[in-house]
């Protein structure tokens, strides 16, 4: 039998309601194998944490606290955007990973996040070859923009669903409630810059006993004024009021985003605004209607309150499968969520090997927009009622959810050299 | 006795979380008393439904539907923003008002609305005295704004400060995993024109467990650019990352309102925007820091899914009593909460008279402002936290809150004259 090794844990990229569930599924299943897995070091900040030999000692933690990461929203031991390219350019990044590694005797590498993390983390594990001390190189998917190819779905994108199918079905009682004399339109900007899956999930607050009209602008549908403004002006005339979902990613035919709107300051500096904004004042112009709107931004992805329980749950699994994909030898693949069946929704893990998964970007399906391109089809409602199934409420104190701040003390440093990031 | 009449109940202005549980609280309890209440009618779309005879027969909704309210959020009922003034000068509306509630054989009326709507109220009463149709007008109150005098809380201010002081919780911990290579300062801009109430209950983000930095802009302090960007420095030095709280109302010295840039769009068109990317470019032309910014506009006060319990439980109490109150014969009054202590948090109803409570907008004390101007006080802290406290989630369907829509059925016109509103 090999010899027990310490694994490493990090976190990249825009973290979620649910990447600290994955982190606990990491902890607790290596915490069963310390015959194998003698500790978790996570990188403080992420990949720089390990760059800068700034690694955190889970061990010091409680399992109390550490259960208490399923329910607690963001990235508990920091995370970054620093983005590692090629074997060749970051030759000098890759190599001091590897002198990390070895220093600190760790043999497994747990990254968890989205596209760019998955190349990362397979290139890791080709350089770690090459240069003799074998890492196996795990990755554990994240990413509300639920872009990753072959897996179901991204944890993390089941609870921005539920937030925004639940936010836009709200909102949407309320405008119908003011329509008679006050707004009559409310715009929602979502999180999604190429991929239109957030977008889709606020066509989930109408269905057979919700009769609410929804506008929705993909990113996947090239803009196009005159059709949008006659679809609001349809849905008003029927409805009384309509509600309208824009991604931050929709753009005019020329690749401009809605929320360029070449507006200037005072000081003539050009302006930055969401596309909300822009979206609502075209419609006030061409209709003359009330609106108001809100840009959802950080409380989408932070919402850990309104987490969908399914999301939560395989976010956790995938955490554990990652271990247990390590400890059965494995390398260079990432756990996936397989759909057996849409209803009941039935799931199981699978395996992705990461030359598969790096690089590739999964858009949004033709037949998962209608045809006028402003809604989502049956195919895309079956898709996406399984992941916000269930509630996963977090304990609460004092009318507040208890969400846990961990300890976080580092490990003594070994090797003691600078790296400049 | 007196014979039975029938009741009138309306909602006024922006809804909210609870207003439904408001209605739910008459119409339960006026159902118990058919004797002295026959029918309960709802104005649709508010005092608007009056005006044109257009009067929803709630005896036709089932139990079921109606105890469903209480965890409905927006006006099941329709609102309107329509303001009756003086009696001199909406001298019409008063007497077509009268002529309605004569034909209906109205002798309750039921106004659940903010400031203006107590005024309207105080002087139904008044001209149904003295044009010989006696009305007992009862107010019940409700604003997220949280402004009325005498009551302890508005209804519906609760659960906007629950959904305010988490979201703030959230998004913190989120910029705090980002803030070493990427975002440091997050901007929430939140609703109140006038009274900082909301704005107030983002400081209940940070408590003993959770120490985030939250600076907070209030409508009751002048800006001052140095000050908030001195601020700001000073807790990203401290801390890394910043939150920051910004009211809609935050104004200038001389009374010009933050959102109020001045930008104009490429047609040179005045732009509209909010506080919240006022504020954030602000930050980031000075301290030069990568910020995210959310508006949460509807979505504050129509997030039933993270309601009060205390606001749930207040709304319903305040509406029964508005019925027991005028089954007692009282008068131009409004049902109050009355504290009796902080902790444990102990109330119960009270009563105001209307011509206290109508033109008093009440602001948030000096004492609850920390002497900066940027945070709240520990006698803030007590005010609000009993009013956060509890949970009360409404039933799920398909991962989405189950919320009803009323069938509204018309009562049958008796006047059926024309009334130009």
């Known amino acids: 039998m090999a010899a027990a090794k310490n694994a ?66 963001s990235g508990a031991f920091g995370s970054c955007r620093y983005k590692l390219k090629g074997l060749e350019e970051s030759k000098a990044e890759y190599e001091r990973l590897i002198e990390i590694f070895k220093a600190h005797n760790i043999g497994y590498f747990f990254y968890n996040g989205g596209g760019d993390s998955a190349d990362t983390c397979h290139k890791i594990s080709q350089i770690s070859e090459k240069m003799g001390f074998p890492i196996q190189a795990i990755h554990v998917p994240k990413t509300v923009d639920n872009d990753l190819p072959i897996t179901d779905v991204c944890p993390g994108f089941g609870s921005v669903a539920k937030y925004i199918a639940i936010s836009t079905r709200e909102a949407s009682y309320d405008v119908n409630s003011m329509a008679k004399t006050s ?14 899956w957030i977008a889709a999930a606020g066509g989930l607050a109408a269905d057979a006993d919700n009769d609410i009209p929804v506008v929705i602008l993909f990113p996947e549908v090239e803009f196009n004024q005159d059709a949008f403004i006659n679809k609001v002006k349809e849905k008003i005339e029927q409805y009384g009021y309509c509600s309208i979902v824009v991604s931050e990613g929709a753009h005019w035919p020329d690749g401009k985003f809605l929320a360029e709107q070449g507006t200037r300051d005072a000081f003539g500096h050009a302006q930055l605004g969401g596309a909300a904004p822009v979206v609502a004042n075209m419609v006030k112009d061409a209709l003359g209607h009330k609106f108001h709107w809100a840009v959802a931004d950080y409380l989408q992805r932070a919402a850990r309150h309104i ?42 893990i699978g395996q992705a090997n990461l030359e598969d998964v790096a690089n590739v970007e999964k858009m949004m399906p033709k037949e998962f927009i209608t045809e006028d391109g402003f809604g989502i089809t049956d195919a895309c409602r079956r898709y996406l009622t399984p992941l916000i199934e269930g509630e996963d409420y977090p304990p609460y104190e004092n009318g507040m959810p208890k969400y846990v701040t961990l300890k976080n003390n580092p490990v003594a440093k070994i090797l003691n050299t600078e790296f400049e990031i």
Chains 1, 2 share one sequence.
């Not at 707004?183 to 239109?196: C, D, I, N, Q, S």
């Open 8 to 73: 490493f844990y990090a976190q990249s990229g825009g973290v979620t309601a649910v990447i600290n569930a994955s982190a606990c599924g990491v902890i607790e299943t290596a915490r069963k194998h310390t015959d194998k897995i003698t500790n978790v070091y996570a990188g403080r900040n992420g990949i720089i944490g390990a760059l800068t030999e700034d690694l955190i000692d889970t061990s010091l933690e409680s399992a109390e606290d550490i259960a208490a990461l399923r329910h607690t929203p």
């Open 307 to 348: 987490a969908s329980k399914t999301d939560v749950e395989q976010a956790y699994a995938l955490g554990k499968a990652a271990v247990e994909m390590a400890l059965a030898g494995d390398n260079a693949v990432m756990p996936t969520i397989d759909r057996k069946s849409d209803l009941p929704y039935v799931w199981d």
């Open 183 to 196: 707004t009559k339109v409310f715009v929602l900007e979502v999180m999604g810059r190429h991929a239109g």
